[in-house]
């Protein structure tokens, strides 16, 4: 049998030392108390030797921080958020912060795992494509824990925010799609009840209604996956509408357009049709999917949140904020000039 192996405290290193404990403590937790250079370099040798690691949980006691973040995702099927992840973790990391992961499978999970990060005594909440209810904004701010909305606004709720302007990127979209001589236009509605189906729908169809171009056909995509688009596809097909342009309001539909495009019918993008995405996700194959979209500034948006986080935990303040960014159309070539 394995023989358990007991693992080297504080008061082992101060033993062995020839220190107090309190000293130990000073030097591995920066308490502010001056330690002479002598004994710290005593102290980190016998540590060394001994192989002392300091306990990150006894830390945050004593520093009643954790420099954990909450990070609660909702949809890791797409793309978008998957990169998201990958960069919040990555610039946290660089920040000092860890990441407690929460993997939210539908909006009833959103107040439990939010509960529950209140419960580990993270420092902050980062939500992503999820919504925050009236009740859980006044629990964080009673317990002075920031909370920020990536890349989601809260409708009529006062909560901080990080997003693109979703509300612009549809009017560049119709802008973009006009000016290429496009004029029978085509929606594919997103998620339904979010705030990004429901601004850049609203952009798309007020910029096209404003040059004369308002008669827009939409089909039901309920949510923003590949299915979703898929399934749209065939709808839109089926209802035999006339159509020279599609806007699918996130990458992963547009995706799913295409691949029922390629495999299910006779059509031709751009030939036959122009489609154009959002988000601005790393396609699988551009030369299989050429896929025009609204790119949105992803790396700006995490950092403006990370600083915007940091910002709060240091100095918190319940009064709100919200930043919008603007992104651009990357053209890669599922869309053509009609002109």
Known sequence: MAKNIKRVSSKDVAREAGVSQSTVSRVFNDSGIPVSEDKKKLVLETADRLGYRPSMIARSLNQQRTN???????NFSNQFYIDALRLFTEKFQQSGYSIMLFNINTEDRVEADLIKALEYQVDGVVITSATLESNLVGQFQSFGTPAILFNRLNDGQSVNAVCCDNVAGGET???YLIDKGHKELVYIAGEKGSSTNRDRMKGFYNRASELGYGDIFMIEGEFFTYDAGFHAAEKLLSSKRTFDAVFCPSDEMALGF????YHKSDLSIPDDFSLVGFDGITVPNEEIYPL??????????????IDFMIDKIEDFTPDPVSYLFNGKILERGSVKDRN
């Open 258 to 261: 295409m691949d029922y495009i």
């Open 173 to 175: 979209v119709a802008d």
């Open 292 to 305: 025009t979209t609204y790119e949105q500034p992803m790396k700006r948006m995490i950092e403006r949140t």
């Open 68 to 74: 954990i973040i909450g990070l609660l995702v909702k």
